[in-house]
Nanobody
């Protein structure tokens, strides 16, 4: 049973930084794609960043520059470093996993395993 547990969310002022963590357990697949998604109230869940078992990183164009995804091998923990945060970054951030290659684009339906999320609130 794959379990993903997010942590590191909180409240921060605009311009600040946060690092989110996703602790993975029970994952027995040799290949994977782990991604971060976020969902703001009233909006659809959107992909933020992804990393695969080969270390390849993927960011949607709208997320490039301020977000960095990394991993602590062997895939026990996936991190999302967020810098220069803006109020529009306020959302619930989720970690998701799939045993397949990272999809392009990062689609919610492509991921089979999800965490419960961690809240990020950015104030102006």
């Amino acid at each position: 049973q794959v379990q993903l547990v997010e942590s590191g969310g909180g409240s921060v002022q605009a311009g600040g930084s946060l690092r989110l963590s996703c602790a993975a357990s029970g994952y027995t697949y040799s290949r994977y794609c782990i991604a971060w998604f976020r969902q703001a109230p009233g909006k659809e869940r959107e992909g933020v960043a992804a990393i695969d078992s080969y270390g390849n990183r993927r960011y949607p164009d709208s997320m490039k520059g301020r977000f960095t995804i990394s991993r602590d091998k062997p895939m026990n923990t996936i991190y999302l470093e967020m810098n220069s945060l803006k109020p529009e970054d306020t959302a619930m951030y989720y970690c998701a996993a799939t045993p397949f290659l990272c999809p392009e684009p990062l689609a919610v339906t492509a991921f089979q395993f999800w965490g419960e999320g961690t809240q990020v609130t950015v104030s102006s």
